[in-house]
Nanobody, 124 residues
Framework: QVQLVESGGGLVQTGDSLRLSCAAS????????MGWFRQVPGKERECVAA????????YYADSVKGRFTISRDNAKNRAYLQMNSLKSEDTAVYYC?????????????????WGQGTQVTVSS
């Protein structure tokens, strides 16, 4: 079965940067569309970034566009989320997700595999 493990979260201050990493195993990573989602208590899980299996097609939520960058290294079975200029509103549990798809996927319900989540806390 496909396993996804996020790492790189932590406590930072407004304006700081973090790089989240998602390690994949148990599947054919190069065939998966990948996404990064975040969730806070009382709100639905939100797609912040997504990319096609090749990495050629990208999606960003308006709230993070220009600050976050999604990338992947298919040779290493890794996906990344570079987060710059962090704001307190970015505080959430961040999840990576995967689904066999050539195209980028942005809907939570369309993803098959999920990581355990990593906490990102941005203090003022």
């Amino acid at each position: 079965q496909v396993q996804l493990v996020e790492s790189g979260g932590g406590l930072v201050q407004t304006g700081d940067s973090l790089r989240l990493s998602c390690a994949a195993s148990g599947g054919t990573f190069r065939t998966y569309a990948m996404g990064w989602f975040r969730q806070v208590p009382g709100k639905e899980r939100e797609c912040v970034a997504a990319m096609s299996s090749s990495g050629a097609s990208l999606y960003y939520a308006d709230s993070v566009k220009g600050r976050f960058t999604i990338s992947r290294d298919n040779a290493k079975n890794r996906a990344y989320l570079q987060m710059n200029s962090l704001k307190s509103e970015d505080t959430a549990v961040y999840y990576c997700a995967a689904v066999p798809s050539y195209r980028a996927v942005t809907r939570t319900r369309d993803y098959d595999y999920w990581g355990q989540g990593t906490q990102v806390t941005v203090s003022s």
